[in-house]
């Protein structure tokens, strides 16, 4: 019996190269041998692709591979642009779909998703480029009370974000958001403890399953910046220190944004868990799947391997 050839998209031109990079060699380790041919496409930070090492075009793929395991975070690889080239190709794939990805990259309009569906999200202003950056962090400094935290719309693990205390602080936090994207949110700050929960579909005879809620472990300024991200630290646990009430909540929260959102396969959520309610930050339609990250933790938590949640995944992109 033939092997399916399953191709690992990995790399990409955004800010989140590095991480994809680690996604992507955890996939490749961990499939199935006997079931699967793995081949490493990396697309490289100036947009060209290659094949076990060699250059090819995107229109290519067809001839060697079967199915493609998304393994690019961020730009590009999250926001729909690759899912449009693979759905053109006729090629099935993992992760969401083009409409999915791209809404759920967006955080402002997956923030009034949840506001227009009661679910609890910070409160935010969005600023764009244009914006004089002294008047906008006025306007933000009368409509939010402070501290705020201060990210890229349309960014993930951390990049660009910071948290601010001051006006001043806050003009220069939207300063270098800027730099990383053409709109920034800029939100309330909710104090709490933040948890991350993981949503996979069809799994254990549930059409969404949720994983145990994983409680992150604040670093001492209480802020995890892209680095300390993935500085190697351990920087969460599961399942997290909650009552059995935040934590079924959380889990409840979890199936209903990645069903509100339209997303497939699998994604995984952010929170805050404050003693006014569980508040809902964004979401990952493409998380992390280096051996450390908290969805890796997650599948150890309830008893399933890296290789067979792989062989899952893989199993509902192929299922039409």
């Given at each position: 019996?033939?092997?399916?050839?399953?191709?690992?998209?990995?790399?990409?031109?955004?800010?989140?190269?590095?991480?994809?990079?680690?996604t992507g060699a955890g996939v490749l380790k961990n499939l199935n041998q006997n079931k699967y041919e793995a081949n490493d496409i990396l697309i490289t930070r100036d947009g060209l692709w290659h094949y076990k090492g060699l250059p090819i075009l995107p229109a290519e793929l067809p001839k060697y591979i079967d199915v493609a395991f998304n393994a690019l975070h961020g730009e590009f690889g999250e926001d729909g642009q690759v899912q449009g080239i693979l759905n053109n190709l006729g090629l099935p794939f993992t992760?969401?779909?083009?409409?999915?990805?791209?809404?759920?990259?967006?955080?402002?309009?997956?923030?009034?998703?949840?506001k227009d569906n009661d679910i609890l999200t910070p409160r935010g202003l969005v600023l764009e480029k244009s914006d004089q950056v002294f008047l906008a962090a006025s306007e933000v400094f009368k409509k939010i009370s402070p501290p705020w935290i201060v990210k890229p719309m349309d960014k993930g693990s951390s990049v660009g974000v910071y948290l601010a205390k001051t006006f001043k602080e806050l003009e220069l936090a939207i300063q270098n958001s800027l730099r990383f994207s053409d709109y920034v949110l800029v939100e309330e700050y909710i104090r709490g403890k933040e948890s991350t929960c993981g949503a996979v579909d069809n799994f254990r005879n549930h059409e969404i399953y949720s994983f145990p809620a994983i409680e992150v472990l604040k670093p001492a300024n209480n802020f995890w910046s892209y680095e300390d991200k993935y500085s190697g630290l351990n920087n969460s646990r599961c399942p997290g220190y909650f009552s059995e009430s935040e934590s079924e909540q959380i889990q409840v929260l979890t199936k209903k944004i990645h069903k509100l959102l339209g997303l497939r396969h699998y994604s995984r959520s952010d929170f805050i868990v404050s003693p006014r309610g569980v508040y809902a930050l964004e979401v990952n339609t493409l998380p992390g799947l280096s051996l450390a990250s908290p969805l890796s933790k997650s599948m150890e938590a309830v008893g399933l391997s890296y290789s067979d949640f792989l062989d899952h995944i893989l199993d509902l992109a192929l299922t039409k």
């Open positions: 019996m033939s092997k399916t050839r399953v191709g690992v998209l990995r790399g990409g031109v955004g800010c989140e190269y590095e991480v994809s990079l680690s992760g969401s779909d083009r409409y999915g990805s791209s809404l759920g990259m967006n955080k402002y309009e997956v923030k009034e998703i949840l």
